[in-house]
């Protein structure tokens, strides 16, 4: 069953941190996409990458890190310099830019 | 991002009727366009998405129509379903080889049976 698979779906994290949320394709996709969501919100990129072994800044990515050594997967780092990291994060795929496929969200939440 | 607080955009419709989602998009060299669905804690679901060298996409009870003059994006969704309520964003793609997708801020879609 082709598709995205983001793990955990909740984690939680102390202040001081730096947590790692997965992010699986088996699409056969080039480009993979980090998103943060926040309640009442729109997407905004992280990071993304276009092919392996190389990603590129989004818009907000003070405090995040990303790597790419597998066409397959695309880790993100939630690190203790991200001041407000509790959010829904979403991963996404797509052949060459076009139609971005989605996982199901990690909701991340600092205690 | 901007912020705009937790007051999404809302429309509300009664199931049967249709349903007219705008969007206006930020990039005159944006070359792509996708209508996304995301309902309470799942990830965005693909509807529709247009090039810019058309003016209107039909689907499976939805269309889009590209409006580059004025930068404007709409999805029109025939015959609205409670099962259709949800937030609706649209994403561009700015021209040439760039991957980034851009999402605008959502609508709040709610149908009333």
């Known amino acids: 069953d082709g598709g995205i698979t983001q793990s955990p779906k909740y984690l939680f994290r102390k202040e001081g941190q730096n947590v790692t949320l997965s992010c699986e394709q088996n699409l056969n996709h080039d480009a993979m996409y980090w998103y943060r969501q926040d309640p009442g919100q729109g997407l905004r990129l992280i990071y993304y990458?276009?092919?392996?072994?190389?990603?590129q800044k989004g818009d907000i990515a003070e405090g995040y890190s990303v790597s790419r050594e597998k066409k397959e997967s695309f880790p993100l780092t939630v690190t203790s310099a991200q001041k407000n990291p509790t959010a829904f994060y979403l991963c996404?795929?797509?052949?060459?830019?076009?139609?971005?496929?989605f996982g199901q969200g990690t909701r991340l939440t600092v205690v | 991002g901007e912020n705009v607080g937790l007051h999404l955009p809302t429309l509300s419709v009664q199931e049967g009727d249709n349903s007219i989602i705008n969007c206006a998009y930020s990039n005159s060299a944006s070359d792509y366009f996708i209508w996304y669905k995301q309902e309470s804690g799942k990830g965005p679901q693909f509807i529709i998405d247009i090039r810019s060298n058309m003016d209107k996409r039909q689907g499976q009870r939805v269309t889009v129509l590209l409006n580059k003059t004025v930068k404007h994006l709409s999805l029109q969704i025939a015959a609205t379903q409670p099962g259709d309520s949800a937030v609706y964003f649209c994403a561009e793609r700015l021209g040439g080889s760039n991957y980034k997708l851009t999402f605008g801020k959502g609508t709040l879609l709610t149908v009333n049976p």
């Open positions: 996404a795929s797509s052949r060459t830019g076009v139609m971005a496929f």
């Open positions: 990458s276009q092919i392996v072994n190389d990603f």
